[in-house]
Each structure stands twice: as C-alpha cells, then as structure tokens.
C-alpha cells in the first residue's frame, strides 16, 4: 500500500505563501501523474494541480498564475507553491498519486490524509 504523507498546511493571511509537501513511501516500481485537490466545507472535492511523470501540469482555472505543482521523481515527492493566497483558498488539501506497486499488475490512484489551509482575510 502506497503511503502519501502531506505536510506544509497551517494559517496565513490572504496574499501571503505556503508550500506544501506530499511524499509518497512503500514499495513503489513507478509513479504516474500527481496532483493536489483540495475540499472546502460543504463543497465538493476539486481539483487544483496535476503533473505527470514528464512534467506536463494542469491548472484548475481559478489558482492559475497563482500556484505552481512541481516534482521531484527521485524522491516521489510533488510539491505545491501556492501565492496570492485567497480566503477562498480555505479548504483541506489532498495529494493524489498515480503509482504501481513493486510485484504489481498496474497502476491504482492513492491518497493522502489531508492537510489544512486556512487563509484569513
């Protein structure tokens, strides 16, 4: 079982930074696209960023010149430099992972416990 563990979440005040850390541990052969989502109260979960294997990344519309996803293969670990941060920021934070398991057939998406940001206005 692939283990995502998420960190950099915490308090901010609107237009300020926070970067956050998700590494993914066990017996891990590859990994695929990852990505952060992220869920406010009382709203769906949605997506903010992916980044595949290659690098190519996709930006939901609203973070957008405003967040950058970045990765480090060697590590397994994808990061999430968000600025301009918006109380509409406010919500738990979810990394998402691609992998295939050592031994195993393919691939299955895993996910984090969840990290919160909150931005204060």
């Known amino acids: 079982q692939v283990q995502l563990v998420e960190s950099g979440g915490g308090l901010v005040q609107s237009g300020g930074s926070l970067r956050l850390t998700c590494a993914a541990s066990?017996?891990?052969?590859?990994?695929?696209?990852m990505g952060w989502y992220r869920q406010a109260p009382g709203k769906q979960r949605e997506l903010v960023a992916t980044?595949?294997?290659?690098?190519?990344?996709n930006y939901a519309d609203s973070v957008k010149g405003r967040f950058t996803i970045s990765r480090d293969n060697a590590k397994n670990t994808v990061y999430l430099q968000m600025n301009s941060l918006e109380p509409e920021d406010t919500a738990v934070y979810y990394c998402?992972?691609?992998?295939?398991?050592?031994?195993?057939?393919?691939?299955?998406?895993?996910w984090g416990q969840g990290t919160q940001v909150t931005v204060s206005s």
């Open positions: 998402n992972a691609n992998a295939r398991l050592l031994g195993a057939p393919g691939r299955n998406y895993y």
């Open positions: 066990s017996s891990i052969f590859s990994i695929g696209t």
């Open positions: 980044i595949t294997s290659g690098g190519t990344t």
